[in-house]
């Protein structure tokens, strides 16, 4: 993404602030991970939406209509002795000629200049509560300003968190977002068909997921954009289980939920299927149920219908589909409003989906389920969970299926980004079968 993208979007947003203001968005801290090992660094997603800059040790400051430039970088400066150890920096000269900011300071001086921009300022826009101390940091700076209003200096005497103006902008994706997460889920797609060809019983669920890594990171992407949930048999009926260290066995099915990261940017599909490359009658009949309610609320991504659409119209075929197989007693309607099917279909049909895997914007506005519209992009995953339970049938324990695929709202309708991961029966079992001939 060019350095205009980050440009228009920081512009966006003063605009929005209006002048008397300044935001301050620090990117996120560095974890260790033990001892002297840190967790590979990845920049906090607003820090990044607005900057592109990619380093630790860093905060941006926006202050509308400074003389000396609005953008304003605090970063690490160059250091020969310490790019050795651990990498290149890109200093001051690069934070201005590389990411665009008008002015950059040293990271370590940031107490001494920052308070002088708060000066005259109505507003400051910053989001408290991520991290404690860098939110007293923020009310040190400003009660240093306070010091000097008898010098006739004012203070900035309110605060505005940030997330309202700034996930909104994010919320609707711009045609550069939308080409890197369609390549970010053609990747996965490339993935998820790879790990269909080389699935067999006997292998461990961490083999399948280094598969899905290796194919991540051949294209591109250096890491997933979440930690990959690789689930045979009872462990597909976990809905975030991560540990991955089962053997997979001849007869169960595997729930695959793993998506790349791209420049930022997450994608997040899911798909099931058997292990030995052919569904029994039972996971069939499930499986064809959660497809069925996955392409209909595929469906109602459109402008125009709400935000909770989708999720109706796969409670319902969900539903009906259990009091037809027996596995829910009653009627529909019923069984909806007593909310029974939540014992196996417990959590919503989509999500945002962005820079974060689970992204930013509001669901409801005014206490209403939001209108879709172009731009806007969510997943759409149904599923079934059958954990061995009373009054379950035996022949249902640990069926568990979930089909996820990422959506983009459009001008006409939608776009599913996820198309090329096979998910009908027929596709997934001649895509496998081929894999075992070859």
């Known amino acids: 993404m060019n350095k205009r993208e980050f440009f228009r979007r920081r512009k966006r947003l003063m605009d929005l602030m209006g002048d008397e203001s300044v935001a301050i968005i620090p990117t996120s801290p560095v974890h260790i991970r033990n001892r002297d090992v840190e967790f590979p660094h990845r920049p906090d997603s607003d820090f990044f939406y607005l900057s592109g800059y990619p380093e630790p040790e860093a905060v941006l400051v926006l202050v509308p209509d400074r003389h000396h430039g609005e953008f304003v970088l605090f970063c690490r400066e160059r250091d020969e002795k310490m790019e050795t150890w651990n990498g290149r920096r890109s200093g001051l000269e690069g934070a201005c000629d590389i990411y665009g900011a008008n002015d950059a300071f040293p990271i370590e001086d940031m107490d001494d200049i920052l308070p002088g921009m708060l000066e005259d300022r109505e507003r400051i826009y910053y989001t408290m509560g991520n991290d404690s101390g860098f939110d007293q940091r923020v009310l040190g700076w400003v009660n240093q300003v306070r010091k000097q209003a008898r010098t006739g200096i004012n203070a900035p005497d309110e605060f505005v968190s940030l997330n309202h103006l700034l996930h909104e902008m994010r919320l609707f994706k711009s045609r550069s977002e939308i080409t890197l997460m369609k390549k970010a889920a053609k990747i996965s797609c490339h993935a998820h068909k790879r790990a269909m060809k080389v699935c067999k019983p006997g292998m461990m669920e961490y083999q399948i997921e280094a598969e899905l890594l290796h ?26 289980y991560t540990e991955n260290n089962s053997e997979m066995n001849d007869g169960e099915l595997l729930l695959i939920d793993a998506g790349a990261e791209l420049e930022g940017y997450a994608s997040d599909i899911t798909r099931t299927f058997p292990v030995n490359g052919e569904y029994s009658k039972e996971q069939k009949q499930i499986y064809e149920l959660v497809l069925e309610a996955n392409e209909k609320a595929i469906k109602k991504v459109r402008p125009g219908n709400h935000w909770n659409d989708p999720h109706d119209v796969a409670v319902e075929i969900l539903t009906e589909g259990m009091v037809s197989l027996g596995i829910l007693k009653g009627t529909v309607k019923s069984n909806i409003k007593n909310e029974s099917y939540k014992k196996y279909f417990m959590h919503r049909t989509g999500h945002w989906l962005g820079m974060d895997v689970h992204d930013v914007g509001d669901y409801k506005l005014d206490g209403e389920w939001r209108k879709l519209e172009p731009g806007m992009v969510t ?30 709202v459009t001008k006409e309708g939608n776009e599913v980004f996820s198309h090329d991961a096979p998910k009908t029966v027929d596709e997934i079992q001649a895509l496998m079968a081929t894999a075992k001939v070859a």
Request: charged share 20%; proline share 5%.
């Open 215 to 240: 194919e991540f990171m051949r294209h591109g992407c250096r890491s997933a954009a979440y930690p990959s949930i690789v689930g045979s048999g009872e462990n597909g009926c976990i809905l975030h």
């Open 379 to 408: 997943t759409i995953e149904p599923g079934l969970y059958f954990q061995p339970q009373n009054g379950l049938q035996k022949k249902w324990w640990n069926i568990g299926v979930r089909i996820e695929d990422d959506v983009l």
